[in-house]
């Protein structure tokens, strides 16, 4: 059996129980003492890293928890000693939705490292690497590991070849590692294998693999690509597995124990972690929280490219416009949209751009109104998109407006001390500055709350 597999290394896991996981499946709802009880055993378990924090949990743990999210990370900090802490980073986005200025960039990532961040995954919706350049640097000047990630997709352009050289310009960046960030599950396990063969012949840092289980497939594109000697690959504990989240942990565990790429951890350990997610999970399906939707397989991804969480944003905008019954419209217009938009990678924030402007063609006629956020990505605001434009559509757009052709991050000036001066009366730290530079409708608000009275402490059994 061990000639099947390209390399006799150990396969090696990121978990994102922390993170990704609660992220697709629970509106990323979980609360730090949920996490807590299953710290110790976690730390314990051998992953090569744990995904705990960025995305939307930033947001989630202000807006919705009442959380402060540097004392999150600090916290988990503390209780995970011993394993490598990782982010997800939308690049010059950094975890809000615009462009920040380089100053900003840094200070976030320097502050990120501070509070016991040690790997930072980066991308770029439309796999702009200028985009990407700024966060890169700051991440290496603060002793971070960086990993490059390709936002993967299949288009008239998305070649095989093209994320090839895609990684070998992220590896000169300074990239530690190069990660496939397959969001929507569309890389198929045949391609997987391919893909990762032409990455390992090119590149000499190693190859993380992110995928989700939309489409049903994730499993068998772990495996396949563990035949051809992806170095790491992202899984969940299986309570918050499947469906829109990653592919399982233990079934992975459980495939390849006793062959070359044997992941050496232990299924009995990871069950025990497991059993303490599944009262979490039980807890939040009683409270609503998780929709059965996001737990089923729906290969209709594969046909119109819509991440899960894109999907149930579509649905809301249906049923506040009492038009749910046109979903089937909305679905076959976003891959038109796409094509007219030059082909963008359909994550935060071009997936719901995309997604938002073919709810607005099907209720009100193509291209009758444009959304702000369209005009933005068809002038170019946000980076170059892929492939070519629909030029009818964008002078549609924008007019005569200059398309947008350096960095777009070139034209900002720096902007972190007027905003240190903004929130001078509010903030007590730098983290807070950055927090409210970033969500500014949603972070002074919960600073003054969280301010106004004392910090609930958290006290947890923890299981062994």
């Not at 978990?15 to 055993?41: F, K, N, V």
């Not at 009758?368 to 964008?394: A, C, D």
Request: net charge negative.
């Amino acid at each position: 059996m061990n000639e099947l597999f390209s390399s006799n290394k150990p396969l090696l896991i990121t978990d994102t129980i922390l993170r990704d996981a609660h992220q697709s499946q629970a509106a990323t709802r979980m609360r730090l003492e949920d996490m807590l009880p299953a710290c110790e055993i976690l730390d314990s378990m051998g992953y090569w890293s744990i995904e705990c924090w960025g995305g939307a949990t930033f947001d989630s743990c202000m807006r919705f928890l009442g959380e402060d999210p540097w004392e999150r990370l600090r916290t988990l900090r503390k209780a995970l000693p011993n394993t490598k802490l990782q982010m997800l980073l939308r690049g010059q986005n950094l975890l809000g939705y615009r462009h920040y200025a380089d100053d900003m960039v840094d200070a976030f990532c320097r502050k990120s490292i501070e509070n016991g961040i040690d790997v930072v995954r980066i991308f770029d919706a439309l796999n702009d690497v200028r985009n990407m350049e700024a966060s890169i640097r700051a991440v290496k000047k603060y002793g971070g590991m960086v990993e490059a990630a390709m936002s993967y997709t299949t288009s008239p352009v998305h070649s095989e070849e093209y994320f090839v050289e895609k990684a070998v310009v992220l590896e000169q960046m300074g990239a530690d590692t190069i990660c496939i960030k397959d969001m929507a599950n569309l890389l198929l396990p045949a391609d997987a294998y391919s893909l990762v063969k032409k990455l390992k012949e090119r590149v000499s840092v190693p190859i993380h693999l992110h995928t989700h289980n939309t489409t049903g497939t994730g499993s068998m594109v772990y495996l396949m690509a563990a035949m051809a000697g992806v170095d790491i690959v992202d899984c969940a504990l299986s309570p918050f597995a499947n469906g829109t989240s990653q592919p399982d942990t233990e079934s992975l565990v459980a495939t390849l124990k006793g062959t070359a790429r044997d992941t050496g951890l232990d299924l009995k350990r990871l069950n025990k972690a497991a059993i303490h997610f599944r009262s979490v999970a039980a807890k939040m399906e009683s409270a609503g929280t998780i929709s059965s939707k996001v737990l089923r397989v729906d290969p209709n991804t594969l046909l119109y490219q819509v991440p899960g969480g894109m999907l149930s944003n579509l649905i809301s905008q249906l049923k506040q416009a009492n038009a749910e019954n046109r979903l089937d419209e909305v679905l076959a217009e976003v891959p038109r949209v796409r094509a007219d938009f030059g082909y963008p990678p359909l994550v935060t924030p071009t997936s719901q751009i995309v997604g938002t402007q073919a709810v607005f063609n099907v209720l009100m006629g193509r291209y009758k109104t444009f959304t702000k956020e369209s005009k933005g990505l068809l002038r170019g605001e946000y980076g170059e998109l892929p492939g070519e434009v629909n030029e009818e559509i964008r002078k549609m757009a924008i007019g005569s407006d200059e398309v947008i052709s350096c960095r777009p991050a070139d034209l900002l000036k720096p902007e972190l001390e007027t905003i240190k001066e903004q929130y001078s009366d509010i903030a007590s730290s730098e983290e807070d500055i950055l927090s409210c530079a970033m969500f500014p409708q949603v972070a002074p608000e919960f600073i003054r709350k969280r301010d106004g009275k004392d910090v609930r402490e958290i006290t947890v059994e923890w299981i062994r």
